[in-house]
């Protein structure tokens, strides 16, 4: 498609949950971004390892999973429901194993489909797997062969959509962050990140054509979620977290520029900035992800949100039933709020609502605010390179929270101001080609990465 230059929503007051430009349709009848919000649930194993004696084991409890979400779905009256279930790395590693547990659980809403009328579609998520050797390879080796092998398998063997939540970068990331090095930050995130999601995307695009699926989003959940989970525990101050989100948008909208439609990852907090420049539909987490991870971002990331989703909940059992169940109900709620407030034209007050209960609570939630969205959206078209939209986004990060910091407002720390001026006044300090900053920025951490891996 070639990099997106200009915004397929301008205007923040456009940018609303249950709509989209570019609609998506898949599955049993399910549409996205078309005017309703659908639940997505996120459900995965209880703790336990998946080898070739447990994996009947697994299969029922895939099974079991679908089997009450869906029954669930149906009790409460919800016109559609997406399923989505990520690859534990067993499953990625082992191919066929992903593709059976498609194949139960296409069989389990063929099923409800034909009983019970529910429109459902199903996502899969491979795993990356390629990250766990370090230096990973990423463009060649056994795990980039399982992982295309995988989608292949899932494509064919009943996935709707297709979805990873790729790495490329990490293994420079993981040490950039904790250091508050922004250079590396950029480095990996922005400028190997957006080499390694060219390839990568390539590769899923054309698997999606040839299975007849949806390719569907990434996340920078590997950077930026990273980022949000230190701050949380305060190994990373909360202004360098919403950098970081600001840079994973630049990262993240390259799958759509090489051919996906979306829509995003759940866990892509970024989202909305896809939205914005892509005008794709968009899976959002918030409050309903708490079973996985806390942020401060509950309620405003559901602002644009097309599916509502939970993040990834094992199946456990709670009184009223196995947390999938449980969850779906959850979501069924909020959607049913969202698409009962579409109906009597008051989505606005919701959205706006949803907005300001978290805007000001911490500069990352400030960062899924509409008009924010499309100010970073606007900052990543207008450059070109994978560096310069990545340090476009994070300079524009850096303005927005001084803007909006203050008595009534933001309301930072001194610890936090002082990080923010050591940030912006590093971002200001890079130059501005990006072959000059490669080429220093490289050296510092050239034992952490193969350049062969990102077509260097």
């Known amino acids: 498609m070639g990099k997106f ?13 249950g709509k989209a430009p570019r609609p998506v349709e898949c599955g049993h009848g399910v549409r996205l971004g078309a005017g309703e919000v659908v639940p997505e649930i996120n459900y995965t194993l209880p703790p336990m390892q998946v080898t070739p004696d447990t994996l009947p084991e697994a299969l029922d409890q895939f099974s079991q999973m679908a089997r009450s979400c869906l029954q669930r779905s149906v009790e409460l009256q919800a016109p559609a429901v997406v399923l ?19 194949e139960k659980t296409r069989e389990i809403m063929e099923e409800f489909r034909d009983r019970d009328g529910i429109r459902s579609a199903l996502r899969v998520t491979v795993a990356d797997i390629r990250d766990r050797v370090r230096p990973p390879k990423r463009r060649s080796g056994e795990e980039l062969d399982n992982m295309l092998q995988s989608f292949e398998l899932c494509g064919r063997g009943g996935a709707d959509m297709l979805a990873i939540e790729s790495t490329g970068g990490k293994e420079v990331s993981d040490r950039a ?6 250079a590396g930050c950029l480095f990996g995130v922005g400028y190997l990140g957006g080499r390694d999601m060219e390839f990568l995307w390539d590769n899923i695009v054309r698997i999606a054509r040839e299975t007849k699926t949806i390719a569907s989003g990434d996340t920078d959940c590997a950077h ?24 994973g948008a630049a990262r993240s909208i390259v799958a759509y520029e090489r051919g996906a439609v979306g829509p995003s990852k759940d866990c892509a907090y970024e989202g909305p900035v896809m939205k914005a420049i892509a005008g794709v539909p968009i899976s959002m987490e918030g409050k309903t992800s708490a079973c996985a991870h806390s942020s401060h971002m509950g309620n405003i990331a559901g602002a644009a949100a097309d599916l509502w989703s939970n ?12 947390a999938p169940e449980v969850f ?49 959206g606007q900052a990543i078209v207008s450059q070109k390179t ?19 910091n203050g008595p009534g407002k933001l309301s930072l720390p ?43």
Not at 89 to 102: I, K, L, S, Y
Not at 177 to 182: C, S, T
């Open 328 to 376: 779906s109900e959850m979501l069924i709620y909020d959607c049913r709020l969202m698409n009962q407030a579409i109906k009597e034209g008051r989505q606005m007050l919701l959205r706006d609502l949803l907005v300001r209960s978290d805007i000001y609570r911490n500069p990352q939630a400030l960062m899924l605010a509409p008009d924010v969205c499309v100010e970073l």
């Open 177 to 182: 962050m904790p250091e508050g090095d922004l």
């Open 414 to 456: 001194a610890r936090e101001l002082q990080w923010l001026d050591r940030i912006q006044a590093e971002l200001e300090a890079l130059p501005e080609d990006e072959e000059k900053f490669a080429a220093q920025t490289a050296r510092e951490y050239s034992e952490l990465f193969e350049p062969q891996s990102y077509g260097l």
């Open 84 to 102: 989505e279930f990520e690859h534990v790395f067993e499953f990625t590693e082992n191919p066929g194993w992903g593709r059976a547990v498609t």
């Open 224 to 247: 930026a979620n990273t980022a949000m989970r230190l701050s949380n525990m305060n190994y990373l101050p909360h202004v360098l977290a919403a950098v970081m989100r600001a840079v």
């Open 311 to 322: 993040e990834s909940v094992q199946n456990v059992r709670l009184l009223s039933g196995f």
């Open 5 to 17: 230059t200009s915004l397929a929503i301008a205007d923040p007051q456009e940018l609303i949950f």
């Open 386 to 404: 994978h560096y310069q939209r990545a340090r476009a986004a994070a300079l524009i990060a850096c303005e927005v929270m001084r803007r909006h």
